[in-house]
Nanobody, 122 residues
Framework: QLQLVESGGGLVQPGGSLRLSCAYSGFTLDYYAIGWFRQAPGKERDRVSCISSSGGSTNYADSVKGRFTISRDNAKNTVYLQMNSLKPEDTAVYYC???????????????WGQGTQVTVSS
């Protein structure tokens, strides 16, 4: 069974940090790009970051550049999103998703995790 599972969400104060993990099982994602998306209440789901299959190419939404870092460890079947200097506007459900290609496509990914809640509040 193809599966992505996110973890690491929680409640953090503004300026704090969290590291999200996306673990995959049931298939080999070594050849797939992985994206992190987020959706706040009443808003659309947007991509915040993406990493190519090799890890050699990454991109970020303008709103998180310089604060978030995406990485992957294919040996551990895991992709990470390090989030620093968190702001209240980062509050959302965060999802990881797999593109069935090795690059960060503009198309909607095929495989999604269930999401993890991130709340930034004092």
């Amino acid at each position: 069974q193809l599966q992505l599972v996110e973890s690491g969400g929680g409640l953090v104060q503004p300026g704090g940090s969290l590291r999200l993990s996306c673990a995959y099982s049931g298939f080999t994602l070594d050849y797939y790009a992985i994206g992190w998306f987020r959706q706040a209440p009443g808003k659309e789901r947007d991509r915040v970051s993406c990493i190519s299959s090799s890890g050699g190419s990454t991109n970020y939404a303008d709103s998180v550049k310089g604060r978030f870092t995406i990485s992957r460890d294919n040996a551990k079947n895991t992709v990470y999103l390090q989030m620093n200097s968190l702001k209240p506007e980062d509050t959302a459900v965060y999802y990881c998703a797999a593109y069935q290609v090795g690059y960060c496509s503009t198309q909607i990914p095929n495989i999604w995790g269930q999401g993890t809640q991130v709340t930034v509040s004092s």
